[in-house]
Nanobody, 126 residues
Framework: VQLQAFGGGLVQAGGSLTLSCAASGRTFSNYAMGWFRQAPGKEREFVAALTWSGRREYYADSVKGRFTISRDNAKNMVYLRMNSLKPEDTAIYYC????????????????????WGQGTLVTVSS
C-alpha cells in the first residue's frame, strides 16, 4: 500500500482547505483511514478517522465541527475538508491506513496505523 497526501498550502485564518490522500492497493476499502498532524516542535497527533465503510467518523476535540473526513472507495481516495482554519492548525498533515482489516480500534493512536503518506504542509496565517 502506498499513500500520497496532497492539497496543503498557505491560507488565511478563517479560510478553508481540502486535503486529499490517494491510496494504492485493491484492499483500500477494507481499512479505516486516519489523518494526523505534526506541528513544529510537537508530537504527531490524531486529527480524524473514518471507518472502512465510511459510516462512522471520529475527530479530535480541537477540530470537531470544523473538519470533515470522507472517502471515496471507488477512487481509493480519502479527504479532509478543513473549515474555519486557525493559526494553531498549522502543521504537516499525514494520512494513514489502519493496520487491522475492517476495524477502527484505537483509531486515535499512531501505532494503530501501518502505512503513512509523506505529509502535506498546511500553513494558516493570522
Amino acid at each position: 500500500v502506498q499513500l500520497q497526501a496532497f492539497g496543503g498550502g498557505l491560507v488565511q485564518a478563517g479560510g478553508s482547505l481540502t486535503l486529499s490522500c490517494a491510496a494504492s492497493g485493491r484492499t483500500f476499502s477494507n481499512y479505516a483511514m486516519g489523518w494526523f498532524r505534526q506541528a513544529p516542535g510537537k508530537e504527531r497527533e490524531f486529527v480524524a478517522a473514518l471507518t472502512w465503510s465510511g459510516r462512522r467518523e471520529y475527530y479530535a476535540d480541537s477540530v470537531k465541527g470544523r473538519f470533515t473526513i470522507s472517502r471515496d472507495n471507488a477512487k481509493n481516495m480519502v479527504y479532509l475538508r478543513m473549515n474555519s482554519l486557525k493559526p494553531e492548525d498549522t502543521a504537516i498533515y499525514y494520512c494513514a491506513k489502519h493496520r487491522d482489516i475492517i476495524s477502527s480500534v484505537y483509531y486515535y493512536q499512531l501505532t494503530s496505523y501501518d502505512y503513512w503518506g509523506q505529509g502535506t504542509l498546511v500553513t494558516v496565517s493570522s
